[in-house]
């Protein structure tokens, strides 16, 4: 194999590697037909989209907070004390 074959390919290697890197970082679930916004049980910082607060993922500002969501399964949310489908 040509030194220039061998650094191709381990450059095609690379970026797929980052590829599925990423892929794997973002919220899995979100989107996804059977989860739902749970709002009111996120710890701070853990928030995986913007509040009313707040501007991206990551940055509510306390335990609980209102307007703070995940994403859970359906049905979980109402299970859960303080969890609402609704801000």
Same mark, same amino acid.
């Given at each position: 194999?040509?030194? *220039?074959?061998?650094?191709?390919?381990?450059?095609?290697? *690379?970026?797929?590697?980052?590829?599925? *890197?990423?892929?794997?970082?973002?919220?899995?679930?979100?989107?996804?037909?059977?989860?739902? =916004?749970?709002?009111?049980?996120?710890?701070?910082? =853990?928030? $995986?989209?913007?509040?009313?607060?707040? *501007?991206?993922?990551?940055?509510?500002?306390? $335990?609980?907070? =209102? $307007?703070?969501? %995940?994403? +859970?399964? =359906?049905?979980?949310?109402?299970? %859960? +004390?303080?969890?609402?489908?609704?801000?």
């Amino acid at each position: 194999m040509s030194t *220039s074959t061998a650094k191709n390919s381990a450059l095609v290697a *690379s970026a797929m590697a980052v590829a599925l *890197s990423m892929a794997s970082t973002t919220p899995a679930t979100a989107g996804a037909k059977n989860m739902e =916004k749970c709002y009111g049980v996120v710890k701070a910082g =853990k928030n $995986d989209c913007q509040t009313a607060t707040s *501007s991206c993922a990551g940055t509510s500002k306390i $335990d609980g907070q =209102k $307007d703070a969501w %995940i994403y +859970v399964p =359906k049905g979980t949310c109402a299970k %859960i +004390v303080g969890g609402s489908t609704q801000s």
